[in-house]
């Protein structure tokens, strides 16, 4: 239930929110529900240890696309003057 | 109710607050803020799930790097202090009732689910018995030698002691390419945010 909520509030998070950093935010919480489901599974049945070893290259692939992410949301800003991500609207229909 | 429990709720309660906080928070600053409150407590709940190691790691790279990562976007990305981005009324709710929906679809999922019964049955093909490879107990945190061991290939968890003939499967390969991952990353993200000359409004692009 606890992973539940923490992915429920990162996608409602990522939706609602217009700055970038924001996103990520969203981004972040999204991906912790998913390991705290996986840590809870590896202790109650018998994942074991596969389990943790997953959520350990879930913390270290989050961790990553971070990084990458925040790089393109500083070239958005040196672009853009502003990290309000409606106002990206060069690529639109 | 034992202390174990009360801990368990204590750190859930916490959690889930701190995430639901970071939704609702208006200042990106207040939201990394509570997302550090969130990411805390499912370090102590991962400790809580005899997940030691995983809980360090929690702590030192999400606690410790992602969320300064983006404490410092936020720095570099300021816009002046009398500019407010803020989401239409009708968006945010809009998004929650959405949002709740989803969860009450989780929640009605999870409390349908017969866990005693899947857990008698899971037991049943895969016994649940957690060898002790490590010196301490479960307790005191025992998960880093065997998490070692596996990162290198090898499961004496899962091959010590067992009647088969084969060998489990160890994570040598997901080691690797994580780490080449983790290269190709940090090469692109050092390029991207390289020094660039930055656009005033006064010039054109």
């Known amino acids: 239930m606890v992973g539940a909520?923490?992915?429920v509030a990162g996608i409602v998070c990522m939706a609602t929110k217009r700055n970038g950093i924001g996103v990520l935010m969203g981004v972040e919480l999204v991906l912790n529900g998913a390991n705290v489901n996986f840590v809870a599974f590896s202790r109650y049945t018998s994942l074991a240890l596969d389990g943790q070893i997953i959520s350990?290259?879930?913390?270290?692939l989050a961790a990553a696309e971070a990084a990458v992410a925040l790089a393109i949301a500083l070239n958005f800003y040196n672009n853009h003057m502003t990290i309000d991500v409606d106002r990206a609207e060069e690529l639109h229909g | 109710m034992n202390g174990g429990q009360l801990l368990f709720y204590?750190?859930?309660?916490t959690a889930?607050?701190?995430a639901v906080a970071v939704v609702v928070s208006q200042n990106v600053v207040r939201m990394a803020f509570w997302l550090i409150i969130a990411l805390g407590s499912t370090a102590g709940?991962?400790?809580l799930l005899h997940a030691d190691f995983v809980g360090a790691t929690q702590l030192l790279i999400y606690v410790g790097g992602t969320v300064v990562l983006l404490i410092?976007?936020?720095m570099l990305t300021a816009s002046g202090p009398y500019v407010q981005i803020r989401t239409a009324p009708a968006e945010l709710v809009l998004a929650g009732?959405?949002?709740t929906l989803f969860l009450l679809m989780i929640a009605s999922t999870v409390y349908q689910v017969d866990w005693e019964d899947a857990t008698r049955r899971l037991a049943e093909h895969a016994p649940i018995d957690h060898p002790q490879t490590a010196y301490n107990d479960a307790a005191e945190g025992n998960t880093v030698r065997p998490l070692g061991l596996a990162l290198l290939g090898t499961r004496p968890d899962r091959d010590l002691g067992s009647d088969s003939e084969g060998l489990s499967t160890g994570y040598l390969l997901p080691f690797e390419i994580a780490s080449v991952h983790l290269l190709v990353v940090l090469i692109g993200a050092a390029y991207l945010a390289r020094a660039k000359r930055r656009v005033t409004p006064n010039e054109t692009p």
């Not at chain 1, 350990?56 to 270290?60: D, G, H, K, N, R």
């Not at chain 2, 204590?10 to 309660?13: D, G, P, S």
Request: proline content about 0%.
């Open chain 1, 56 to 60: 350990l290259f879930v913390i270290v």
């Open chain 1, 5 to 7: 909520v923490l992915f």
């Open chain 2, 10 to 13: 204590l750190l859930a309660t």
């Open chain 2, 45 to 47: 709940l991962f400790f």
């Open chain 2, 72 to 74: 410092f976007g936020v």
């Open chain 2, 16 to 18: 889930c607050v701190g």
């Open chain 2, 97 to 99: 009732g959405i949002g």
